[in-house]
């Protein structure tokens, strides 16, 4: 004695029945998961039935499309040529009419691929975007401005601030900057360095320097050190000077605490311009360093 079926309500339907009812529900959900995998490519609720229609049936004619999907032709015009533009279908010109199929799934992951490289160039204009507009204010509010930072954190803000840098930033250098911070971060920053064509100018206390970056286009074309004897200057504050900015680094104590880290940027255009001619008085009389390796390490001469 069967269970009472779902399909007709009775209790006297055949095995063969249920299985073709189960069935039906099984195509039902499958059908429906497909779609929701097709939205989450970026197709709608037509467009997606469309492309099902298709792809069920095997090619279809404009008119065929209509009356299975009880779209109007217009309509399904509109469609077949948004999925023809998402390189999804393809249409066959015919001496008895158009026909559209759908074309291989490889054009599926073109999709994935294209919103892949959407993201990635909307992730990388929101970083420039965020890193910038504190740039754009007009200059009479910039003309004279401090800001602190602290910790790990605020020492990579001070130090990624110097992509805006006009083609040169020049440091008074206590240490390399991967010693205090992340290689990855380092490095990264070294790249976006390379990228906009910044130089920066070292002066150090160090006679010799390891090697301290694979980026060896930068290492090697865009940074130079000069050693500047102690007892001429000590240099124990590390100092940033670049556009309109004197950025002043203190943290020797990093290895004992991170939260001890202190960091200020003065914006002033006469401040860093002073700053700038102390700095190339100096520079002028510091020792050059001859660069013995690609990745950056240094003697003097």
Not at 193 to 217: A, F, P
Request: proline share 2%.
């Amino acid at each position: 004695m069967f269970n009472r079926c779902l399909a007709c309500e009775t209790n006297a339907c055949s095995p063969h029945i249920i299985v073709l009812f189960l069935n039906m529900n099984l195509q039902e959900d499958l059908l429906m998961d497909v779609k929701q995998n097709l939205q989450l490519l970026g197709l709608d609720d037509d467009q997606a039935l469309i492309f099902l229609t298709l792809y069920n049936n095997g090619s279809l004619s404009v008119v065929q499309l209509s009356r299975k999907t009880g779209f109007g032709r217009n309509k399904v015009y509109r469609l077949l040529k948004e999925l023809m533009e998402l390189n999804l279908i393809n249409q066959m010109v015919r001496p008895s009419g158009s026909k559209y199929e759908v074309l291989d799934f490889k054009s599926l992951e073109e999709i994935v691929n294209k919103r892949k490289e959407e993201y990635l160039n909307a992730k990388k204009g929101l970083d420039g975007l965020l890193a910038e507009l504190p740039y754009l204010k007009d200059a009479k509010y910039m003309s004279s401005k401090v800001i602190n930072y602290r910790g790990i954190e605020g020492l990579k803000q001070v130090n990624w601030n110097l992509v805006h840098a006009k083609g040169l930033y020049r440091v008074y250098e206590v240490s390399r900057l991967s010693d205090y911070l992340d290689k990855k971060f380092a490095e990264k920053l070294r790249s976006e360095w390379l990228r906009r064509k910044i130089y920066s100018r070292d002066l150090t206390n160090d006679k010799e320097i390891s090697d301290w970056s694979q980026v060896v286009e930068f290492t090697t074309k865009y940074s130079e050190y000069r050693y500047i004897s102690p007892d001429i200057l000590k240099i124990n504050t590390e100092v940033y000077i670049y556009n309109d900015v004197v950025t002043i680094l203190q943290y020797d104590n990093l290895k004992f605490d991170p939260n001890s880290i202190f960091c200020v940027e003065i914006y002033n255009q006469a401040l860093a311009d002073f700053q700038k001619q102390i700095y190339d008085i100096i520079w002028a009389q510091a020792k050059p360093m001859k660069l013995v390796s690609q990745f950056g390490a240094r003697k003097v001469l």
